[in-house]
């Protein structure tokens, strides 16, 4: 179904202000029939589907995605990233003024996202040896799958394997 003017217009001021009243009043509606205008307008599919879509799309434009944050991280790592920095500079006769400089991030800032690179690809080595841990994981819970519910198990946390003898003595 597709909007008439009044009703773009609502959806624009209605994601604007978050009022559906002010929003109704704003695009032309009458000012004794604003509220229930604005009530009747959010009930309508259409229309909530066009305040929906307007709020994903600045919602998109606001929010950083993963792959700008990747790239991020890699020009920072790459030295491509520069920030600015005040320097005071002493000028003589006990004056000193100050400046900005542009400066590239430090050597501590390049090893943290190559740190934050690296959580996101690990090495083969880390792949490998998570690989190995979830097989263990997907074992350990198929044997306790197995397992008698009604059975008892008793476990020997003390390790010192000879119960008998201690309590001879």
């Known amino acids: 179904m597709k909007l008439t003017e009044k009703q773009r217009r609502f959806v624009d001021y209605y994601v604007e202000t978050g009022n559906k009243t002010e929003a109704a009043k704003k695009a032309g509606y009458s000012e004794k029939t604003a509220a229930s205008i604005g009530d009747e307008n959010l009930r309508k599919p259409a229309i ?11 919602e998109d ?10 790239q991020f991280l890699t020009s920072t790592l790459r030295g491509e990233v520069k920030e600015e920095r005040v320097v ?3 000028t003589g006769e006990g004056r000193s003024d100050a400046r ?15 740190k ?17 841990r ?25 390790g010192d394997g000879d119960d008998e003898d201690d309590t001879a003595q």
């Open 100 to 114: 900005i400089i542009t400066v590239q991030v430090s050597a501590r800032d390049r090893l943290d996202a190559a």
């Open 48 to 58: 909530k589907a066009a305040i929906d879509a307007r709020l994903k799309e600045l």
């Open 88 to 90: 005071v500079e002493g």
């Open 134 to 158: 979830l097989q263990k994981l997907e074992a350990e819970i198929r044997a306790a799958e197995q397992v008698d519910d009604d059975a008892v198990t008793i476990v020997d946390d003390l």
């Open 116 to 132: 934050s690179l690296l959580k996101r690809y690990p090495m083969q080595l880390d792949a490998k040896e998570q690989k190995l």
């Open 61 to 70: 434009k606001r929010i950083a995605k993963a792959d700008e944050v990747l």
